[in-house]
């Protein structure tokens, strides 16, 4: 597919811009030390998820702190592949924190579409049904659109640029969950895109060209075989 790779895609939103040089991510790091690094490709999955439950709490009050910002994506994505449940809540509170905040900057920007993405992982290995439904919820353009004034987007300046971009996060993050149910929640809106009269089609569909040429229909065309991809073999094996 040319237009979508999950894994450069992923990679790419979970950087952070500052940090002292490149770390191979050991477990045995302290969790701040760990977050706080520069990954070229991307938080380790395998390094990320040797952490427990017992460093949450840490994490957690950092996405409070402000002077963490830069950091902020990092730690969602590493909470995701933590995967502890307990993480849930706060991260959905997080972004809809950000999403209050009318044109967030740089690092909020990367920080809030990491989180939406990032819920994919905790699903993989939690199961959580709340994010699940937020992640299906999210993937409908009209949950931005209801809930964001028109220049607050990821990257986006109208209100159906903000439809595709967060969606497109969405779609990520049920890919990486590897979950049955996002899988048909993916299918359906495959099936949505493919129905002119449908009324999630005409917004999603029609944004994408005249921006980018990114294509939503090939997107969650993408993300439904790395569902399957992952499903059957697991993210540590999809990451390897």
Same mark, same amino acid.
């Given at each position: 597919?040319?237009?979508?790779?999950?894994?450069?895609?992923?990679?790419?939103?979970?950087?952070?811009?500052?940090?002292?040089?490149? %770390? +191979?991510?050991?477990?045995?790091?302290?969790?701040?030390?760990?977050?706080? !690094?520069?990954?070229?490709?991307?938080? /380790?999955? *395998?390094?990320?998820?040797?952490?427990?439950?017992?460093?949450?709490?840490?994490?957690?009050?950092?996405?409070?702190?402000?002077?963490?910002?830069?950091?902020?994506?990092?730690?969602?994505?590493?909470?995701?592949?933590?995967?502890?449940?307990?993480?849930?809540?706060?991260?959905?509170?997080?972004?809809?924190?950000?999403?209050?905040?009318?044109?967030?900057?740089?690092?909020?920007?990367?920080?809030?579409?990491?989180?939406?993405?990032?819920?994919?992982?905790?699903?993989?290995?939690?199961? %959580? +049904?709340?994010?699940?439904?937020?992640?299906?919820?999210?993937?409908?353009? !009209?949950?931005?659109?209801?809930?964001? /004034?028109? *220049?607050?987007?990821?990257?986006?300046?109208?209100?159906?640029?903000?439809?595709?971009?967060?969606?497109?996060?969405?779609?990520?993050g049920l890919a990486l969950s590897g979950s049955r149910k996002a899988a048909e929640a993916l299918k359906a809106t495959q099936e949505s895109l493919e129905s002119s009269d449908h009324p999630m089609a005409l917004p999603m569909a029609t944004v994408s060209a005249?921006?980018?040429?990114?294509?939503?229909?090939?997107?969650?065309?993408?993300?439904?075989?790395?569902?399957?991809?992952?499903?059957?073999?697991?993210?540590?094996?999809?990451?390897?």
């Amino acid at each position: 597919m040319r237009n979508l790779n999950l894994k450069i895609l992923t990679a790419l939103i979970s950087l952070t811009w500052a940090g002292s040089g490149v %770390s +191979q991510g050991q477990g045995s790091m302290d969790i701040k030390e760990f977050v706080r !690094q520069f990954y070229i490709h991307g938080v /380790p999955y *395998a390094e990320a998820s040797k952490y427990d439950a017992s460093v949450v709490p840490t994490l957690l009050k950092m996405l409070q702190e402000p002077k963490e910002q830069d950091h902020w994506s990092n730690i969602v994505v590493t909470l995701g592949m933590i995967g502890d449940e307990s993480a849930v809540e706060p991260m959905i509170a997080f972004v809809e924190r950000l999403k209050e905040k009318g044109t967030p900057n740089r690092s909020q920007r990367r920080a809030k579409t990491a989180a939406v993405m990032s819920l994919g992982y905790l699903i993989n290995k939690s199961g %959580s +049904q709340r994010a699940l439904d937020y992640l299906t919820t999210t993937l409908k353009p !009209q949950a931005w659109t209801d809930s964001l /004034p028109a *220049a607050a987007g990821p990257f986006a300046a109208t209100t159906a640029e903000q439809d595709e971009d967060l969606g497109k996060y969405a779609a990520m993050g049920l890919a990486l969950s590897g979950s049955r149910k996002a899988a048909e929640a993916l299918k359906a809106t495959q099936e949505s895109l493919e129905s002119s009269d449908h009324p999630m089609a005409l917004p999603m569909a029609t944004v994408s060209a005249p921006r980018s040429g990114f294509d939503v229909s090939e997107m969650v065309e993408e993300a439904l075989r790395a569902n399957q991809e992952i499903a059957d073999k697991g993210l540590a094996e999809y990451y390897r």
